[in-house]
């Protein structure tokens, strides 16, 4: 299992961005797969998980309404769509599988190399 996170930059307040997830080793129909991120010296937060059983989707408080993840079965690529986006978004992402929820708790298995979005003027 292998997943490498793209996609990530310099962007202004309020900006887009759109992250992109390559898997390796498996399809992506066959975990369900998502995106944490940790900021610096802040702990790791479950950012969106997509369901591989129905499609369903969870996204963390901070970025409901703002951000979107999809899946592309035909280039097994994740992607995680992140507009207005914040100073406070700014954080490492990494995406990972096997992604769940449990009485608000996010938890993963495996995860690839990150990538760095700033938000910043």
């Not at 066959?30 to 010296?41: I, K, P, T």
């Not at 409901?64 to 986006?85: C, H």
Request: charged share 20%.
């Amino acid at each position: 299992v292998q997943l490498q996170a793209s996609g990530g930059g310099l962007v202004q307040p309020g900006g887009s961005l759109r992250l992109s997830c390559a898997a390796s080793g498996f399809t992506v129909d066959y975990y369900n797969l998502g995106w944490f991120r940790q900021a610096a010296g802040k702990r790791r937060e479950g950012v969106s998980c997509i369901s591989t059983t129905d499609g369903s989707t969870w996204y963390g408080d901070p970025v409901k309404g703002r951000f979107t993840i999809s899946r592309d079965s035909a280039n097994d690529t994740v992607y995680l769509q992140m507009n207005m986006l914040r100073p406070e978004d700014t954080a490492v992402y990494y995406c990972a599988t096997k992604c769940r929820v449990t009485s608000g708790h996010y938890d993963y298995d495996d995860w690839g190399q990150g990538t760095q979005v700033t938000v910043s003027s």
